[in-house]
């Protein structure tokens, strides 16, 4: 199983028994608010076996987020295919009792590394909802640049992107 441990979190595959922690988070409404809803327990496995399957057929995925100081799993964090095209695309849910605290971005960060490092992919993109500014803020502060606003799983949307040498150019500068 693949793991990254970054300053304050563990990233590490999802399990079948990550679906108490991970209902938790997506059956809260605030949290849930721009990433579709909450969501049943029901949908929240389906969530999880889809998360494990991509790990196992693409040898990427969302990480779970677990906060190392509460030893909890809090959130996701990842790549998946965009809809419908080959990209891959960044993607991030917190609990909201862990917000404002930089952990989406530490764990994007970590996210991007792993694309742009183990995989070498050659670009990441991420979208999020025209209204979702708090998420455009991760974006922008993992050096992801605004491109267009376009449709994606039924909903308007901003699309983001960042190259592998733009990347490569902020990390290592």
């Known amino acids: 199983m693949q793991e990254?441990?970054?300053?304050?979190?563990?990233?590490?595959?999802?399990?079948?028994?990550?679906?108490?922690?991970?209902?938790?988070?997506?059956?809260?409404?605030?949290?849930?608010?721009?990433?579709?809803?909450v969501r049943t327990r029901e949908a929240t496995e389906t969530a999880i076996n889809t998360m494990i399957k991509s790990w196992e057929e693409n040898t990427f995925g969302m990480w779970a987020l677990v906060h190392k100081i509460d030893r909890k799993m809090i959130g996701r964090c990842g790549l998946r295919f965009l809809e419908k095209t080959p990209e891959a695309q960044l993607?991030?849910?917190?609990?909201?009792?862990?917000?404002?605290?930089?952990?989406?971005?530490?764990?994007s960060?970590?996210?991007?590394?792993?694309?742009?490092?183990?995989?070498?992919?050659?670009?990441?993109?991420?979208?999020?909802?025209?209204?979702?500014?708090?998420?455009?803020?991760?974006?922008?502060?993992?050096?992801?640049?605004?491109?267009?606003?376009?449709h994606y799983y039924g909903t308007d949307v901003v699309y983001y992107s960042i190259s592998r040498e733009t990347y490569q150019s902020q990390v290592f500068s």
Do not use: H
Not at 11 to 29: E, H, K, M, N
Not at 111 to 129: C, D, H, M
């Open 91 to 107: 993607g991030y849910a917190i609990d909201k009792v862990y917000w404002n605290q930089g952990l989406a971005t530490e764990a």
């Open 4 to 37: 990254i441990e970054t300053a304050r979190l563990y990233l590490r595959q999802f399990t079948p028994d990550d679906l108490d922690d991970l209902y938790r988070i997506y059956s809260d409404p605030e949290t849930m608010k721009y990433l579709g809803g």
């Open 109 to 150: 960060l970590a996210s991007l590394n792993y694309g742009f490092q183990k995989l070498n992919l050659e670009r990441i993109v991420a979208i999020a909802l025209p209204e979702n500014i708090t998420s455009q803020r991760v974006m922008q502060k993992v050096g992801m640049k605004y491109e267009k606003n376009t």
